[in-house]
Every structure is written in C-alpha cells, then in structure tokens.
C-alpha cells in the first residue's frame, strides 16, 4: 500500500490532536466530480507503506495529546487487500484502546457492511464519514465539511445494533 501524506499533529480531520494517513488509491470510477486529492486517486501515488511508517504512527500514538487516528484517502476502502490497513488498526485497537480511529470513504456503510474484509475493518472504526463527495451538496457549514449526503456513523455502535447510529 502507499500513502499520500501523514500529518503527525493534525488537528482538521477530527477531535483534538490526530495523526492523519491519506492512503493512495480510489477504484471508484466515474471519481467524485471536486475530488479534493486527485493525485492520491493513483494507487502508485506517494511512498510505499512500511514498517517503519507503522513504527512512526505507534510512537506518536504514545504521546498523551494524541487522541487517534484518522485515514483518509484516496479512498482506504480499496486499500484493504494487502492487509496492511487492517493490521495497523488492529494493532492501535489492542495497544491503545483510548484512541479513537476515524475512517472517510467514498461508499456508505450499507455497501461496506456486504464485503467481508470492510466489515472486518470496520469493527476497529469508531467513525465513519461515509458516502461519495457530491460538489453540488457541498457544506462547509457541517462538522468535518464535505457535503450534506454525506453521514457520520459510529461504526462500532452501528455494527453491534445493526443499523446506522450516528456518531455526533
């Protein structure tokens, strides 16, 4: 897997402090008319993913300000197939339990739920921003922007009661 950009300090994806993975790579075709990182569509875009970019998020991870993780993309939905997402949520969820993991992706909760391995992954999501970007429903007025289609899911909750809470 690659990777767009970490922001070690970020404090825009999120509730307070975060580190923020924007995985390379969307399949979603047509893309999202306004992507905001077209470059990041490219699954080659940016480094490669190593044990050392994993090593460097679980050090910053230790320090107390950070509240969690959020990945972004691309779109980290289509990377799940190596399994190095998985394996690095699974490894913050045992190692900091505290720590929040938010998620963004391009499809809606009720087309993750029917994959396998998203569903997997989203037992260790505690919000999800799901659906696709749509520019003419744009609003930068809502928490975390985007557009009004879009929903913040507690992914968790969602999943325990089987159907769609909402996180906020």
């Known amino acids: 897997m690659n990777y767009a950009n970490i922001f070690f300090d970020d404090t825009v994806n999120g509730i307070g402090f975060r580190i923020s993975l924007f995985v390379s790579g969307c399949a979603k075709h047509p893309p999202c008319i306004g992507c905001w990182s ?61 720590k929040t993991i938010f998620c963004w992706s391009g499809y809606t909760f009720e087309e993750l739920i029917k994959d396998p391995v998203r569903l997997e992954f989203l037992q260790y999501i505690d919000m999800l921003r799901d659906g696709e970007y749509i520019e003419e429903l744009k609003d930068i007025t809502q928490y975390l922007s985007g557009s009004k289609n879009q929903r913040i899911i507690a992914a968790k909750e969602s999943l325990k009661q089987n159907k769609v809470i909402f996180y906020i």
């Not at 969690?68 to 969820?93: A, F, R």
């Open 38 to 98: 077209p470059l990041a569509r490219s699954f080659d875009y940016g480094k490669t993913f190593t044990k050392e970019t994993k090593d460097s998020i679980i050090e910053s991870l230790k320090k107390p300000y950070i509240k969690g993780l959020s990945i972004l993309g691309g779109e980290p939905m289509d990377n799940l197939g190596d399994g190095t997402l998985l394996d690095l949520v699974k490894t913050i969820s045992r190692m900091f339990p505290e």
